[in-house]
């Protein structure tokens, strides 16, 4: 499923990014079928220890750059279930993370960059999801609560409350 700033131009307001983020289910025994050979059969250059070792890793992302651009592709890797919602992109059917996972995502991005104005692109999509998509925003601030994101998220609807 697509997650980050295809997701959120997705649920939000379009814009433009250098990397696709995309989450992978896969599990460890799975590797060679369901991640490395696909990949490699579109085009893509695999370093498989990179792969296994980030998959043992708790971090699982890996970033693979395009030669012959300035566009990179990371790949989350996870082991559970997906929370996914149907969708399209360019008349294509496809898959994104489901808009209140990521905009937890999001608030985690905000409170971990250093200095906040740094976070300027991850406030905006989520003003902009909260805005133009249905969003249960009564399960996202139980989990917000839980993450210790709430005061962000609450900021950013007071904010966008007085642009809008």
């Not at 996914?84 to 994104?96: A, V």
């Amino acid at each position: 499923m697509f997650t980050g700033a295809l997701a959120a131009s997705y649920y939000g307001t379009p814009r433009t990014t250098i990397d696709v983020d995309v989450v992978v289910k896969v599990s460890e025994k799975e590797l060679e079928t369901n991640l490395i050979a696909p990949l490699r059969t579109a085009g893509i250059q695999v370093d498989e220890r990179k792969i296994r070792e980030a998959f043992k890793s708790g971090y699982r992302i890996i970033t693979f750059r395009d030669k012959r651009s300035p566009f990179t592709l990371d790949i989350i890797l996870s082991d559970k279930k997906l929370r996914k919602q149907s969708g399209t992109i360019l008349g294509l059917s496809t898959f994104y993370q489901v808009p209140e996972d990521l905009i937890l995502a999001k608030l985690r991005m905000i409170k971990a960059t250093v200095p906040r104005e740094r976070a300027q692109k991850d406030k905006e999509d989520v003003k902009a999801i909260l805005r133009e998509s249905k969003v249960n925003v009564d399960a996202l601030k139980r989990h917000a609560r839980k993450e210790n994101t709430l005061n962000i998220l609450e900021e950013l609807e007071e904010d966008d409350s007085h642009e809008h």
